[in-house]
C-alpha cells in the first residue's frame, strides 16, 4: 500500500472535534525535557522521470509589482479569491489574484514584517512583524482588528488552526505561543527552541503544533498540555527553517539549508521522502504542497527559480524561471492549478503561474 496515498484526503476525520480550549490551556507552564533527538537516513538521490501522471504545465501570467523592500512571504486566502503578501517595509498587500490587480495596503506596524496568516473564513488576516507584535487585520474593511503583545522579540512565524480560533507564533527569542483569538490574549508559553523558531503549524484538528528553528530542531507539541513528544534532527549540515503538516496531518514537509526538503512521518519519526535539485543554503525559503491537480512538492530557490516535483517519485516535473533574485516565498491556490512566487531585493516581484490542463 503507497503510504502516502490520501494526501490531500479530508473526509475521514472531523476537523473540529478535536480543538483545544481556553481551559485546557494553563498560561506558561514550564516544558518538559523533550524526546530524544531522531535523525534522518542519508540524503536520497535525486530521480529519473518515471511518473506516469500528466506532468504540470504552469505558465507565468501575471506580474505583481509594488513591493519597495525583500518580499518574505505569499498566502492565498481559504475561498481563492485574493492573495496577501508581505515583506520588510512594514506593510501587507492584498491583491486580486485572478487579475493580477492591487487591491489595498495594510498599514501599522513599525517594523518589518516576515509572516502571514488567513482565518478559515478568509475575513481575517494575521501579520507577524519585527515590532514584536501580532496585528489580525479585517480584510474588507483594512483595519487592524486587535493587536497580539506578549513575544519580547522579533515575531517570525505564525498560523491559525482550522477553526480559527487559536493563533500559533513562533519569535526570535525561541518561544511559541499560543493565543485565544478572540479575547487576543496569550494562553500559553513554550520555551521551545534555543534559536530563531522559524516555522509553527497546527495539524488538522489542532491537537498537535510542529515547530523548527535554528538550532536544527524540528519539535512537535501537544497542545493542550504542552508538553514535547517528539524531536526531529535534519543533521549538522541541514538547519531546519521551515516545516508544515501535510494536509492530511498524517506527514510533515521540512525545509532546510542543505538543499533538501523531506517528508517525514512524525508518529514514526522516519524520513520517507527527499526532494532535491533546488539551491537551498542561506536563506529561509518555503515549500508547500499542491493537491488541486497532480500531487506535488513545489519550493523556491536560490538560483532564482521556482522547482515542482511529484511527491510520490520524488522527481522534478517543472522548472519556473523569471524571476532575478532568490525565490523566499510559494503559496498554492486552494481550488485552482495556481501559484504564487515572491523574491527579495534586486526583483521586488511576485509572479503568479498558471496550470491550465493543457499537455506538455
Known amino acids: 500500500m503507497d503510504p502516502l ?29 523533550p524526546a530524544p533527538v531522531l535523525r534522518p537516513p542519508p540524503q536520497q538521490a535525486p530521480q529519473v522521470r518515471v511518473s506516469r501522471v500528466r506532468p504540470p504545465n504552469y505558465e507565468l501570467q501575471h506580474v505583481l509589482r509594488g513591493h519597495t523592500m525583500s518580499i518574505s512571504a505569499v498566502k492565498f486566502s481559504p475561498d481563492g479569491k485574493l492573495l496577501a503578501s508581505c515583506g520588510a517595509e512594514k506593510i501587507v498587500k492584498i491583491w486580486n489574484p485572478e487579475n493580477g490587480e492591487f487591491i489595498r495596503d495594510l498599514n501599522g506596524h513599525t517594523q518589518g514584517l516576515s509572516d502571514i496568516a488567513w482565518s478559515s473564513d478568509s475575513v481575517f488576516l494575521a501579520s ?56 487576543g490574549k496569550c494562553m500559553k508559553t513554550l520555551h521551545a527552541h534555543l534559536d530563531y523558531v522559524t516555522a509553527v503549524h497546527f495539524n488538522r484538528d489542532a491537537t498537535l503544533i510542529v515547530s523548527c528553528a535554528l538550532d536544527g530542531l524540528i519539535r512537535i507539541w501537544n497542545t493542550a498540555d504542552g508538553q514535547c513528544l517528539k524531536t526531529l534532527a535534519e543533521g549538522h549540515d541541514a538547519i531546519c527553517q521551515q516545516v508544515q503538516f501535510s494536509p492530511n496531518s498524517k506527514y510533515i514537509l521540512s525545509t532546510a539549508h542543505d ?42 530557490s536560490e538560483d532564482h527559480k521556482t522547482y515542482i516535483w511529484d511527491l510520490q517519485t520524488r522527481e522534478i516535473m517543472q522548472v519556473l524561471e523569471g524571476h532575478t533574485d532568490v525565490v523566499v516565498a510559494v503559496a498554492t491556490h486552494p481550488i485552482e492549478n495556481m501559484i504564487a512566487t515572491g523574491s527579495i531585493e534586486s526583483d521586488l516581484s511576485i509572479r503568479l503561474w498558471y496550470d491550465r490542463g493543457t499537455s506538455a
Open 259 to 300: 538543499s533538501a526538503i523531506r517528508l517525514w512521518d512524525y508518529q514514526t519519526t522516519r524520513c520517507l521522502k527527499t526532494y532535491v535539485g533546488h539551491v537551498n543554503n542561506k536563506y529561509c525559503i518555503s515549500a508547500c504542497f499542491s493537491v488541486t491537480g497532480g500531487k506535488w512538492i513545489v519550493a523556491g
Open 128 to 183: 507577524a512583524s519585527d515590532d514584536t507584535t501580532i496585528r489580525i487585520w479585517n480584510i474588507e474593511l483594512g483595519l487592524t482588528q486587535k493587536v497580539l503583545k506578549g513575544h519580547t522579540k522579533w515575531v517570525f512565524c505564525l498560523n491559525y488552526n482550522t477553526a480559527s480560533n487559536l493563533l500559533v507564533s513562533g519569535g526570535c527569542e525561541g518561544d511559541v505561543r499560543i493565543w485565544n483569538v478572540a479575547r
Open 5 to 33: 496515498a490520501g494526501m490531500d484526503d479530508t473526509s475521514s476525520e472531523d476537523e473540529t472535534a478535536s480543538q483545544t480550549t481556553e481551559d485546557e490551556l494553563p498560561e506558561n507552564q514550564q516544558q518538559p525535557i
